[in-house]
């Protein structure tokens, strides 16, 4: 079983790129993420002719995840408030972020999670604030059957290092703080291991190249979306890797899509 995660920057602007990457790759399921558009505007056919189940979480020009599926998806839930309540919730379920559903008794939880902006932004206190919140999701959702879990998605967090092409200054980056280094830390603390790291232990491999100064020729980028994996899936994952062939067409993301590739029957 394939699954893979990519954050489209547009699923409007990358609708032909995401079309001919599924014929080439014939992935099973895929979560995508900035899909950058409403529901009711959502770009359904061409997806659906080609055999593909949708759930969509949309929003107008920001945010918006989905998850396509060759077969269909169980226990589908947006956001974090059908799990945990809005009591505790509270405005972070106004971006639209989370989606998840089980499918071949795995439970797939597909992730934007917030950029932060800049060091000590009200984004940044924001992003904080959400990671707390999708720890005890999670945990949550581990308490529930079928325990399987696969949290994929744009995490906007390089855990190490060696997730980025020069970490010099990295402290004060977002995206590499050690504040937000830990709250990610402290989510995967619940069980969940790094799908891509099971296999590949050196650096330069990165999902996400800036469109300025010429970052993707240079490779110098940053590894940000991951597979993470509880046990038994973990045990289970025969590859991960990134396909840096979509970042090299006209007008790309500037992310790209990131597979994971299971024994069956987990």
Known sequence: MKIATWNVNSIRSRQLHVIDWLHQTQVDVLCLQETKVVDADFPRQPFEALGLHLYICGQKSYNGVAIFSKTPVEDITTGFSPI?????VGDLDEQKRVITGVVNNI???????????????EKYDYKLRWLKVLREYLQALLEQPPHNLCVCGDFNI???DR???DPKNREN???ATPTERLALQEVLNIGLSDAFRKFTDEGGHFSWWDYRTRAFSHNRGW?????YLTPNLYQKAISC???IAPRKLTQP???TPVILELLESP
Do not use: F, K
Not at 107 to 117: C, D
């Open 84 to 88: 945990l309540g809005a009591e505790i």
């Open 107 to 121: 439970r797939i939880v597909n992730l934007y999670v917030p950029n932060g902006s800049a060091v000590g932004s």
């Open 158 to 160: 390089a855990l190490e």
């Open 163 to 165: 997730d980025i092409h």
């Open 173 to 175: 980056q977002v995206m």
């Open 223 to 227: 590894r940000i979306d991951h597979h």
């Open 241 to 243: 890797t990134i396909d």
């Open 253 to 255: 993301s500037d992310h």
